[in-house]
């Protein structure tokens, strides 16, 4: 890419990747962390005609949050019901019922891959969106 002085790095982060939330501390963290050095990459690639953009997908109806994908703890602490393990509930409620639609996700990666002048931050998804909007907090 510094050869051709063109490309673009396209990394994927995650609604998480946006604010921290009860029971998703070490994931959002990951996330946290992609997001911060996409922006440090954009800015230290945009000389070279290098484009970076990290995308902040919502829940998209996958088997994320099914056993296949997601570790839980054995014994939940009585003293979390209220935060962790309403977290646990919403994740059990909700798998492959997400309301984002995985191939409006693939379409948008690939306009996004096609873009002349693509964004730093893609946010994809109504929750994604909504979080946004209240300044990435709850």
């Known amino acids: 890419m ?28 990951t996330k946290f962390a992609i997001e911060g050095i996409t922006e440090a990459m954009a800015l230290e690639l945009a000389q070279l005609g290098i484009f970076a953009t990290v995308v902040e997908p919502g829940f998209f109806r996958t088997n ?16 979390y019901a209220e935060t962790i393990g309403k977290t ?22 690939l306009k996004l891959a096609a ?10 998804g109504e929750d994604t969106l909504m979080r946004y909007k209240k300044g990435c907090s709850f």
């Open 88 to 109: 646990r509930d919403f994740a059990s409620q909700v798998n492959n019922k997400q309301p984002g639609d995985p191939a409006k996700l693939a379409q948008a990666l």
């Open 64 to 79: 994320f949050l099914d056993i296949s994908s997601l570790v839980r703890t054995l014994n939940p602490i009585n003293d």
């Open 2 to 29: 510094r050869k051709q002085r063109s490309g673009h790095v396209i990394n994927i982060s995650s609604v998480g990747g946006l604010s921290g939330s009860y029971g998703w501390g070490v994931y959002d963290s």
């Open 115 to 124: 873009s002349k002048n693509p964004p730093v931050h893609l946010p994809l």
